[in-house]
Nanobody, 117 residues
Framework: QMRLVESGGGLVQAGGSLRLSCAAS????????MGWYRQAPGKQRDLVAL???????NYADSVKGRFTISRDNAKNTVYLIMDSLKPDDTGVYYC???????????WGQGTQVTVSS
């Protein structure tokens, strides 16, 4: 069964850093785009960053220059390094992946990131 397992969320003060990891398993064909979305309380789920299998990355304007996404294709794992965190970065961060040869993407269960002012 295909699944995504996230880790690395937590509570941090403004200006601090966190590193999120997401390991995909249960799929032998690999993944196209992988990335992260976040959902703040009372708001919709928005894109944070995506990276394709050739390591080309896209970021939301609000995180450019502060967040870095990377992936290890051999491990089917995607990472998000978050620096200079702001209270507005608070939310549940969901891992996202597009399995090769599958009809729909998959999502992780979410990990909470809280940035205090």
């Amino acid at each position: 069964q295909m699944r995504l397992v996230e880790s690395g969320g937590g509570l941090v003060q403004a200006g601090g850093s966190l590193r999120l990891s997401c390991a995909a398993s249960g799929w032998i064909f690999g993944f196209n785009a992988m990335g992260w979305y976040r959902q703040a309380p009372g708001k919709q789920r928005d894109l944070v960053a995506l990276i394709d299998s050739s390591a080309s990355a896209n970021y939301a304007d609000s995180v450019k220059g502060r967040f870095t996404i990377s992936r290890d294709n051999a491990k089917n794992t995607v990472y998000l390094i978050m620096d200079s965190l702001k209270p507005d970065d608070t939310g549940v961060y969901y891992c996202y992946a597009e399995p090769v040869r599958a009809s729909s993407p998959v999502w992780g269960q979410g990990t909470q990131v809280t940035v205090s002012s």
